[in-house]
């Protein structure tokens, strides 16, 4: 049983904390039961249903089978039923989930395509009769079922621990870089729908995320002795080469004691990349290649990429000229060269699975290093464990100085070691790594990836030849102005630099021509501008919203408690009319937006809870 230990004695409350890496082709879990005066042992999960008895595998595949429609099967049991048209499989189905950033010009290009083109990458389907919310939530309740099992079974009094501890479990779960509270609103509900949390605030409560980039640098710098080479401005990358996705993030060390603090450098990167679509451009070369042989069908097709996935592409480096695929069948088709069940493919030909994904991934890490003296560039993952693709790394980026460095176990990065000492912004990526995240916290300031800000109302000048053109748009407001609606207020800038603790005041103000005897349940969206410039509105003139803007979610308050802040005010006409003012503050140091409702009576400072509602994450 793998068990890493803290050295750092436990101090806190009683706590289990489960790290949970969904990934697109497999998925990992580890915990940490922590208690006062213990040294944290970290463990993995692993013991899956349909897992051979001694053969201790961490990784479940990602996979869930039903029949009609419920849940029959799942992880490791499911390879039984794959192939068997009687059942519905659900694979692959975390693509549904990544945004739009992610996919626009991020999909390879289909096999013997025109260089540029890009084409949507197929995507699975789900079984018609399946969502994506109920094989998540199916998925989520047997992965969580299957741990609540281990832990009772390998822990010393299992059992009574767990029914003491379950209601209060910290959940830590990994993200793509790429992904934002939408994905994150989702898996909160996804999880409750599961059972493994009862409401929206007790998901608020214990669900924490960490972005696989993240995870990532905590797990190399757990596991790799970083004191001798990592020095105070030392600026290093970090690539997780996943199953979808390939995640960069830039690092500079700003401190080595009395603990070890990273700051990221820019905005990190998420490009999809990984390599499911290898797997899936080798699916689209083996069937142009066997097109008119007797083994075109899906079936035989299906077996051989099993097979491309289980050994060539994993052994791959660019050097074996023949390389050998053996898919089960005894049978011949010489003129296509296949011999007793085995095809060679051409050491060109299995380059060709690779070199559009390989190339999407080194531009995505190029933009980070692009100007910058960085010494080192270490890549993890289960992509990142491909020789071919550190090959084509060390290629490209040692020429520019820049060392490639590789570390053992890559695919542990998300369900690693979990530690309890700190509670605010837990997020999960690779087993492990996530669970070191949640102990250290190294990081102490990230970068925004796109600018996020709200709507707000823009005097109307008529002088102003750009506001003129909107004049149709224009309302005339309580205190006898005439407004513009649709401007666009910055809160968080692109590229802005977010310490842990950062938080940012927006004002807000409504106006009433009578005395209102209650105020008003106030929501305000929230936009993400992924545009390069940066925008003073969220439409054009003629109302259309701009393409680069996008809702992330709504801010909900009741306003009740601030009534008695209410002022009564002339306006510059001589009516009188009566207003609000109150402030939000927006917390974004950590990896989960959270806000604050804001306001004074009688030079008193009040605060209220405000509800962050994420815009849904399914088309």
């Known amino acids: 049983m793998a068990t890493q230990t803290s050295s750092q004695v436990y101090q806190g409350e009683e706590k289990i904390i489960v790290a949970i890496d969904l990934g697109t082709t497999h998925t990992a879990v580890s915990f940490a039961h922590a208690y006062p005066g213990s040294q944290t042992g970290i463990r993995m999960v692993t013991r899956w249903k349909g897992q051979p008895e001694a053969a201790g595998d961490s990784k479940i595949p990602t996979i869930v089978i039903s029949e009609q429609g419920e849940m029959i099967a799942a992880g490791a049991e499911a390879r ?12 692959w189905f975390k693509l549904h989930l990544h945004p739009g950033s992610m996919k626009i010009s991020d999909e390879p290009p289909a096999y013997d395509s025109d260089i540029g083109a890009s ?8 079984p018609s009769n399946i969502t994506l919310t109920k094989v998540y939530s199916d998925f989520m309740r047997y992965v969580f079922d299957g741990f609540r099992t281990f832990f009772q079974q390998t822990t010393l009094n299992g059992v009574a621990i767990w029914d003491r501890l379950c209601s209060s479990i910290i959940i830590v779960l990994t993200i793509p870089n790429g992904w934002d509270s939408r994905q994150q609103g989702f898996l909160k509900q996804t999880a409750q729908e599961a059972g493994i949390v009862q409401s929206e605030e007790d998901a608020d409560l214990r ?24 020095k105070k401005g030392t600026i290093f990358a970090v690539a ?90 005894r049978d011949n088709d010489r003129k296509y060269g296949i011999i007793q069940g085995k095809i060679t493919l051409t050491a060109s030909e299995v380059r060709t699975a690779f070199d559009d994904i390989i190339k999407r991934s080194t531009e995505s890490c190029l933009k980070l290093l692009r100007g910058r003296q960085v010494k080192y560039l270490i890549l993890v993952g289960g992509f990142g464990e491909s020789p071919f693709l ?69 005097l109307f000048d008529p002088a102003n030849a750009e506001l003129w053109k909107r004049r149709h748009q224009a309302i005339i407001c309580p205190d006898g102005r005439t407004y513009l609606p649709d401007g666009f207020k910055i809160i968080v800038a692109k590229g ?51 393409p680069q ?14 009534l008695a802040g209410l002022k009564k005010v002339s306006n510059r006409l001589g009516f009188n009319y009566w207003e609000t003012v109150w402030d939000i503050r927006f917390f974004y140091g950590g990896t989960k937006l959270h806000a604050r409702l804001e306001w004074k009576v009688k030079n008193k400072a009040c605060q209220g809870p405000i509800k962050v509602i994420p815009t849904s994450a399914l088309k």
Request: aromatic share 10%.
């Open 80 to 91: 039984e039923f794959v192939g068997d048209d009687a059942y519905e499989v659900s694979r």
């Open 207 to 230: 669900i924490e995320f960490v972005t696989e980039g993240e995870a990532s640098v905590h797990y190399v710098l757990g596991k790799v002795d970083h004191q001798t080479w990592l």
């Open 119 to 126: 084409p949507a990458m197929e995507i699975p389907p789900l």
């Open 390 to 458: 550190r090959s084509r790394f060390e290629q490209e980026f040692g020429s520019q100085g820049t060392d490639i460095v590789t570390v053992e176990e890559p695919s542990k990065k998300a369900a690693a070691y979990v530690s309890p000492t700190h509670r605010t912004f837990p997020n999960l990526s690779y087993s492990e790594g996530a669970v070191m995240w949640y102990s250290k916290q190294m990081v102490s300031a990230r970068v925004a990836r796109f600018t996020i800000g709200t709507e707000i109302l823009v």
């Open 240 to 329: 997780d080469a996943g199953g979808s996705t390939v995640d960069s993030t830039l690092y500079v060390c700003k401190a080595l004691e009395p603990k070890l603090e990273l700051e990221e450098v820019c905005a990190s990167e998420c490009v999809q990349a990984g390599e499911v679509f290898v797997d899936r451009e080798a699916y689209a070369l083996l069937t142009k290649k066997l097109s008119k042989s007797k083994f075109k069908d899906k079936g035989s097709i299906s077996d051989m990429v099993e097979k491309f996935e289980q050994r060539t592409k994993r052994i791959f480096d660019g050097s074996q000229e023949s390389n050998v695929i053996e898919f089960g069948s």
């Open 496 to 546: 802005q630099l977010l310490p842990r603790d950062f938080s940012t005041l927006t004002t807000y103000r409504t106006d009433y021509l009578e005395k209102p005897k209650h105020l008003d349940h106030f929501e305000k969206i929230l936009f993400a501008w992924e545009g390069e410039e940066t925008t003073k509105w969220i439409s054009d003139a003629d109302d259309k919203r701009f």
């Open 549 to 562: 803007i996008r809702p992330i979610c709504t801010v909900e308050a009741n306003l009740t408690p601030i």
